[in-house]
Nanobody, 112 residues
């Protein structure tokens, strides 16, 4: 099973930019679809973005045009570039792999 460790969360002002990184440890990373999910207080966890093993991406409607997911199989990394951040993007963001692994989560807070 793949172990996932996120980094890059923090506090950012509305309209700002943040990049999340997820390092994967273990085998078959390159065979898994990967993704980012988020969970805001009092809400269910929701899919933010996914990338397939061949690089096909899909996004939640709320982040289309603002967020970009990418993966680097050689480095066992997956990234989430987040632009034009809004207060309703505030949540704990989790890295996910198709094999069923989750990271521990990283907090993103968008506030002035």
């Amino acid at each position: 099973q793949v172990q996932l460790v996120e980094s890059g969360g923090g506090l950012v002002q509305p309209g700002g930019t943040l990049t999340l990184s997820c390092a994967a440890f273990g085998s078959i990373f390159s065979r898994d679809a990967l993704g980012w999910y988020r969970q805001a207080p009092g809400k269910q966890r929701e899919m933010v973005a996914r990338v397939s093993i061949i690089g096909i991406t899909n996004y939640a409607d709320s982040v289309k045009g603002r967020f970009t997911i990418s993966r680097d199989n050689a480095k066992n990394m997956v990234y989430l570039q987040m632009n034009s951040l809004r207060p309703d993007d505030t949540a704990v963001y989790y890295c996910w792999s198709e094999s069923g692994s989750w990271g521990q989560g990283t907090q993103v807070t968008v506030s002035s």
